[in-house]
């Protein structure tokens, strides 16, 4: 018994010893699990999916947000758009345009959201008409009817490259509309309406319809602002750098992707959207594959001259009211070399 007695304080710290080696070993192996874990994200559409988008579906689809760490979902917006979710911290990321986001900046407290990428260069957007009607050029617009979206900013700009062409805007007939069949439109109700040239354009020409079209930047360099573009939640984004980055970084490789393989790259979408006309897709990244990078230094690069001009534009205009300062509302800081 007296062995005993002197024996049990030694068991005891025995027993304390292997407990907290225990401990240790449950804490490394959480550690280790925490460390594997992906970090869930989410990221909302401008609209429904389309081959702007195509890069995000590649990256997804080849598991590369997966090897940054990332579990990315991708949602379509609500009705106020994605800036607002975006805003909320409800979606950390979203798609959406330089021009539509500027009321959003020009306010005593401007939106919480960042510009972090372009994902076309340029702004691949005009008018189009049917061919013979003498709207190859912004002129030509007079007399004739313009499906009208009634946006302020729209309009300013159609009746900017009106007027640069040598046009009396006040004849430009704008009806009312939203058409959802573009050519149903033009062979009834309407000579012209704004598309973007890599969606509606390329339609035009899969559907063998003869049409005349010019881009808003060929006429005012000014309007070559960028649309669309990737934005972030700022407050996610100042605690989430490395988080940011590895987005980039894996979004960056996707549409890379679509650039060298654009075929494959259409039937990643088509996946994703089975809704999608087949022919449509694989025409229209046809055409997007020289739009992602174009002459940008480097994929997602936005330059400050181009943003400011557009925006102090707009400001100039009386299309904001409040000015917004120079290279406020986006960054390059976070975008892979």
């Known amino acids: 018994m007296k062995n005993m007695k002197k024996l049990l304080p030694l ?14 070993e449950a804490a490394s192996g959480d550690a280790a699990q925490g460390e594997g874990e992906l970090m869930p ?48 911290g409800k979606a950390q990321l979203g798609v959406d345009y330089q021009d539509t986001i500027a009321a959003g900046y020009a306010q005593e407290n401007p939106l919480p959201v960042t510009n972090i990428a372009a994902l076309l260069q340029h702004n691949t957007s005009g008018i189009i008409s049917l061919a013979g009607g003498g709207m190859d050029r912004p002129k030509g617009l007079e007399g004739k009817r313009y499906a009208t979206w009634g946006i302020e900013t729209e309009q300013a700009i159609l ?54 079209y010019f881009a808003f930047k060929d006429i005012n360099p000014v309007f ?28 960056k490789r996707g549409y890379e992707d679509a650039i060298a393989d654009p075929k494959a790259a259409a039937q990643v979408l088509l996946a994703a959207a089975p809704e999608l006309d087949p022919a449509l897709v694989e025409a229209s990244q046809e055409y997007l594959k020289d739009e992602y990078i174009a002459d940008a230094p480097r ?5 400050p001259a181009r943003w400011n001009a557009f925006y102090s534009w707009l400001y100039e205009e009386g299309l904001i009211t409040k000015e917004i300062p120079e290279d406020f509302g986006f960054t390059n800081e976070f975008l892979p070399e």
């Open 224 to 251: 070559d602002y960028y649309t669309p573009t990737l934005i972030a939640n700022n407050d996610f984004m100042e605690e989430n750098p490395q988080v940011i980055e590895a987005f980039l970084r894996a979004t």
């Open 11 to 24: 068991l005891l710290l025995s027993l304390l010893f292997l407990a907290a080696c225990g401990k240790e």
């Open 159 to 212: 009746k900017n490259v009106v007027e640069t062409d040598g046009g009396d805007f006040t004849k430009v007939e704008l009806v009312p509309s939203n058409i959802t069949d573009v050519f149903t439109g033009l062979q009834t109700d309407i000579d012209a309406v704004w598309i973007f040239e890599g969606w509606d354009g390329v339609a035009a020409e899969l559907k063998g319809i003869d049409t005349d």
């Open 41 to 88: 994200i989410t990221l909302v559409l401008d609209y429904t999916p389309n081959t702007n988008h195509t890069g995000l579906y590649v990256a997804l689809d080849k598991g590369y947000y997966e090897e940054e760490g990332l579990e990315l979902s991708i949602i379509q917006p609500p009705e106020d758009g994605a800036p607002a979710l975006v805003a909320s």
């Open 299 to 303: 994929w997602g690069e936005i330059d």
